[in-house]
T-cell receptor, first 111, second 111 residues
Framework: AQSVTQLDSQVPVFEEAPVELRCNYS??????LFWYVQYPNQGLQLLLK??????LVKGINGFEAEFNKSQTSFHLRKPSVHISDTAEYFC?????????FGTGTRLLVSP | DAGVTQSPTHLIKTRGQQVTLRCSPK?????VSWYQQALGQGPQFIFQ???????QRGNFPDRFSGHQFPNYSSELNVNALLLGDSALYLC??????????FGPGTRLTVL
């Protein structure tokens, strides 16, 4: 079975500072990993995905993530955040025909 | 090209009532998945429909049922509503076994 652990429920950061949102996964099959963002009162938008190949994945809005098989991690990073990045971020692993999500990390960017 | 659409946006019901939520997939997508997102939690997989059949089901009671129509649109039905059914219900569409695109969700409140 697949599972995802997001270690931080909330991450406060100042504007233009770097940020890392942590995600660890467990999977007994081939690993496909995703990061989604959810703005208030909206659905989920895909930030980036890892299916195979390069372990450094670049996504939209300047985000990137690194797949680390030995540490079973898929941490999300951005070198300089904006106020508009304030949102809920979900890490997910693809199970059999479904996505298994973590509990989310709220990113709070303040001026 | 319209993305995934869901209706209604918001819904208020009382305990014991029944509710139907609707989803129209993105053009060219034939697979629809439904997720329940309780407040402060990550989305939980309810079930997935492909070729008008339920292909896989998550850990939800039989009160949750669905349907997929020949045009690939889908409905989620919940009978005998409980307070705990209050949540954001997300629909996701995809080409079979491919990346899922999410709709904006339907916010269900059970009083």
């Amino acid at each position: 079975a697949q599972s995802v652990t997001q270690l931080d429920s909330q991450v406060p950061v100042f504007e233009e500072a770097p940020v890392e949102l942590r995600c660890n996964y467990s999977s007994s099959v081939s690993v496909y990993l995703f990061w989604y963002v959810q703005y208030p009162n909206q659905g989920l938008q895909l930030l980036l995905k890892y299916l195979s190949g390069s372990t450094l994945v670049k996504g939209i809005n300047g985000f990137e993530a690194e797949f680390n098989k030995s540490q079973t991690s898929f941490h999300l990073r951005k070198p300089s955040v904006h106020i508009s990045d304030t949102a809920e971020y979900f890490c997910a692993v693809k199970g059999f025909q479904k996505l298994v999500f973590g509990t989310g990390t709220r990113l709070l960017v303040s001026p | 090209d319209a993305g995934v659409t869901q209706s209604p946006t918001h819904l208020i019901k009382t305990r014991g009532q029944q509710v139907t939520l609707r989803c129209s997939p993105k053009s060219g997508h034939d697979t629809v998945s439904w997720y329940q997102q309780a407040l402060g939690q990550g989305p939980q997989f309810i079930f997935q429909y492909y070729e008008e059949e339920e292909r896989q089901r998550g850990n939800f009671p039989d009160r949750f049922s669905g349907h997929q129509f020949p045009n690939y649109s889908s409905e989620l039905n919940v009978n005998a509503l409980l307070l705990g059914d209050s949540a954001l219900y997300l629909c996701a569409s995809s080409p079979v076994d491919n990346e899922q695109f999410f709709g904006p969700g339907t916010r269900l409140t059970v009083l």
